[in-house]
């Protein structure tokens, strides 16, 4: 399955402005890119890239005052296959977990691990250890979490949205995180592209979407508290502890948003070869 990716995101700038990015597709996909996966700035400007403390792949700039363009348009070649299920994967008693995971254990910036202990024993303490119990937090927050653009707020947190009962994507997936960790699970935030592929196309347009991993038996393994089911054409950018971790931009002053579209859509080999010769 050949996928197209890509955004044009736009902003005017009072002033010059350091910025950073985290708009590539993630380094265990880069095999799969048939094209090149750069971002694009506008007006033209030196822009650095480096792979960050969680192994994503950043860039960073510094962007004149007045209007910024940042664009991208490449193609990856999906295996077309759902998000894997493994439902014999068992959870790692904490002394057995490599050391690299224990972070994804604490608290974060929208994550209040430490508020959750006795909600997350109280609500999950009696499911079956393993790929169930964490099946069943997605199952729980898919049907006590109410969707909707209206209800985003920057500043909500894992504790908020189990208050309120409603957010957008990332809110899901902060509270089902927080769960998870609450009962000793390892689970980390993740951001990238999930288009309508293979699904009934939605009415809203196309955005970066949020799910989550859960590290289970030896690997990490993809649950989405959001939509709650396998997903095709799913296409990893970025993994932190939260939202904070890994956001889209960055801007170290003033930047005001003037323009949003994401893309990533399945397209035919023949549309490939029209396009790219």
Known sequence: MML???????????????????????????????????????????????????????????????ALRLSNSTLLEDPGLPDPVNWAARELPVQELPNEVLPYLLNSRYCEVDRFSMIGGELFGAVAPGWGRVQAICNWVNTKVSFGYQYARPTKTALDVFSERYGVCRDFQHL???????????????????????????????????????????????????NNYPRFGRVLMATGRDASDVAITTSFGMANLTHFTVISEEVTQENVRTEHG
């Open 4 to 66: 197209r990716l890509g955004y044009d995101i736009q902003f005017e700038l009072p002033g010059t402005v350091a910025m950073m990015a985290l708009l590539n597709v993630h380094p265990s996909r880069v095999a799969e890119l048939r094209a090149p996966d750069e971002l694009r700035v506008e007006p033209e400007t030196k822009v650095d890239s480096f792979i960050d403390s969680f192994g994503n792949r950043c860039t960073r700039f510094l962007a004149p005052q007045g």
């Open 176 to 226: 089902a995180v927080t769960l998870c960790r609450a009962l000793h699970i390892p689970a980390r935030y993740a951001t990238g592209y999930l288009g309508d592929i293979r699904v009934p196309a939605s009415a809203t347009p196309m955005d970066f979407s949020a799910w989550f991993e859960v590290y289970l038996e030896d690997r990490w393994w993809t649950f989405d508290a959001r």
